[in-house]
């Protein structure tokens, strides 16, 4: 927010004076240190949601082992791809991510690739985890969007409004030396990604969401987002029709999002198996999804008056009750998700680098 200065309320956002700090002889980069503290929260929260899904949250640190390098590789090489010319000049300059560069698509592609294998390699059903990660994974970025301030990217055509960005002459793009003061667009991808993070959630808590569908919808909403993004952003991009090639792609990933989203929720009722490293019980169509009573997935889950949904008399009707509602607030339809006494028990590289987004 606009800061103040010798008691005058200044007009725009300052450009922050360090971008890092000194550990001994390690720089570490705030834009590397976000990324950590992103990947921390988004296994965390994820962790939460996967348990209260009756899933075992170990599988979600071995998803993350694996997930994590796939995404930043997926990442640079996107970036790679697109925006050759940033690449830095030696030959080591494409596999260079500490100079910066690594593109979200990329990213999330081998991510959700190394995820998928290592979902199904435990017996669990992915699209289920993908429901669990979704929320999670837009919290993630948000967190990260901070390294882009202190990094100075990430930033818009030239603006004069109050919360406007002040940008360093060092870190203009050329054409631009003139201006001042920029667009936050890091900024407001923040509050749209934990915006819609928080959407995510409410829908899984008053929807019926079939397995891949919040996945869908997070790929949809975000790619949406960042139509608009792409026609205020003035970074290097490569151009097809006089736009940046980021807008063509997200555009074709808004429409993918929601067709799979579509296709996702009219898709038959199935078996999915929640599962996960450890003893689960076999896939079969079930009636509800439920965290253990009385388990913190449960608590976090539901809330006063959520028994009701799913009706019944007696102690079998408020346990159908109580395992309808879950699987409801975990974005669930009951007709789809895996019954509680079959799901799985709960078992028992810090980045220093700067970087742009593609």
Known sequence: MPSRASGHLLSFIPSPSIDGFHIGPLFIHFY??????????????TRRR???????????????????PAGIIGGRIYFDITTPGVIPHVWYGVFAVWTGGLGIWGGIAGGALAGIWRVRRAGASAGLFANAIAPALLVAQAIGRVGNYFNQEL????????????????????????????????????????ALAAALVWIGHHARIKPWGLFALYVAGYSGYRI???????????????LRLNFWVALIMTLVGVGWFVYAQRRPAGSWRVGGPG?????????ALAAPPGSAGADELTGPGDADLAGGDGAGGQQDAEAGSLA???????????SADKAASPGGTAAAAGGSEA
Do not use: C
């Open 32 to 45: 590397g240190l976000m990324y950590v503290v992103g990947i921390t929260a988004a296994i965390i929260i």
């Open 50 to 68: 996967w348990r209260a899904m009756g899933g075992n949250p170990d599988l979600v640190g071995d998803v993350a082992l694996w997930a994590v």
């Open 155 to 194: 930033f818009g055509k030239p603006s004069s409004l109050p919360w406007a960005l002040e940008i360093s002459l060092s870190h203009r793009p050329p054409g631009y030396l003139g201006y001042s003061t920029f667009q936050p667009s890091f900024l407001y991808e923040l509050i749209f990604d934990l």
């Open 228 to 242: 608009f993004e792409e026609t205020i952003r003035i970074d290097y991009s490569q151009y097809i029709l006089g």
């Open 279 to 287: 003893p689960a019980g076999p896939a079969r169509p079930a009636t």
């Open 328 to 338: 409801e607030a975990a974005g669930l339809s009951p007709d789809n998700a895996v």
